[in-house]
């Protein structure tokens, strides 16, 4: 549950969610990392940013009904086989795949370039309840549904004691 509700939408962000995993980059804006960096940031930040841009902006809805948590991915264009689920040691739900960038023909002249393309990967620390061998899984229409169930939480047995006297 997240503390800061977005003005876009009745959306909520996961700024300061303690159970999302997401990656936040202060440096986002900045034109170049300094050349001190390991080379994997020494590269211009246009490349770097292109990089982390796909990995961190495949937007993911978490919701909890009373019988399970439901994730909802939308990825638009990716069929099945190139998205890839997974629940890691420590409660941890794994979304990842990628979209491979379209084939450039050396007649073509692109005008505008927006949609993303690369690999993403979002994580996310499931609850105590969370029945992590139950995941199920499904796509349709670019929408990825994942449906974690939840343990039952059992009431306490109440047994009615007659009061003599």
């Known amino acids: 549950m997240s503390l800061i509700p977005s003005f876009f939408g009745n959306r909520r962000t996961n700024v300061f969610d303690p159970l999302s995993l997401d990656i936040w980059d202060p440096f986002q804006d900045f034109p170049l990392i300094p050349t001190t960096a390991t080379t994997a940031l020494s590269v211009p930040r246009s490349e770097f940013a292109n990089e982390t841009a796909a990995f961190a902006n495949t937007r993911i809805d978490w919701k909890e009904t009373p019988e399970a948590h439901v994730f909802k991915a939308d ?91």
């Not at 007649?107 to 061998?133: C, I, M, Q, Y």
């Not at 343990?151 to 306490?156: A, F, Q």
């Open 75 to 165: 990825l638009p264009g990716l069929k099945k086989e190139e998205v890839k689920v997974e629940v890691e040691e420590g409660r941890v739900l794994q979304i990842s795949g990628e979209r491979n960038k379209e084939k450039e023909d050396k007649n073509d002249t692109w005008h505008r370039v927006e949609r993303s393309s690369g690999r993403f990967l979002r994580r996310f620390r499931l609850p105590e309840n969370a029945k992590v061998d139950q995941v199920k899984a499904s796509m349709e229409n670019g929408v990825l549904t994942v449906t974690v169930p939840k343990e039952e939480v059992k009431k306490p047995d109440a047994k009615a004691i007659d009061i003599s006297g």
